[in-house]
Nanobody, 123 residues
Framework: VQLQASGGGLVQAGGSLTLSCADS????????VGWFRQAPGKEREFVAA????????TYADSVKGRFTISRDIAKNTVYLQMNSLNEEDTAVYYC?????????????????WGQGTLVTVSS
């Protein structure tokens, strides 16, 4: 599995970004995929995850109602639409492929990790 996260950048508070996680080895189509993030000086934390069929999905409380995870099986890509961004969303965002097919929020449930993409939200 080779995961490539992209779409990060600098955005003003209140703005939006869409992250993409492309699986070039096409091995995640039967697995859940999750997004995690790590802010400077903090532990890596769960953001959102999507099951292999697209449902169910699960979100961290801090992003519910603002972020939406989706996947395009044909393109082997998972997206994270992020709206109403605030400074607390500043972090390196990582995508990961789970061992199983159902969305999970624990990093220990994930087998493959991609390189991160940096999201910086300015006030």
């Amino acid at each position: 599995v080779q995961l490539q996260a992209s779409g990060g950048g600098l955005v003003q508070a209140g703005g939006s970004l869409t992250l993409s996680c492309a699986d070039s080895k096409r091995t995640s189509s039967n697995n859940a995929v999750g997004w995690f993030r790590q802010a400077p000086g903090k532990e890596r934390e769960f953001v959102a995850a999507i099951s292999y069929r697209g449902n169910p999905t699960t979100y961290a409380d801090s992003v519910k109602g603002r972020f939406t995870i989706s996947r395009d099986i044909a393109k082997n890509t998972v997206y994270l639409q992020m709206n109403s961004l605030n400074e607390e969303d500043t972090a390196v965002y990582y995508c990961a492929v789970a061992y199983g097919s159902i969305a999970a929020d624990s990093p220990s449930r994930y087998r493959y990790w991609g390189q991160g993409t940096l999201v910086t939200v300015s006030s």
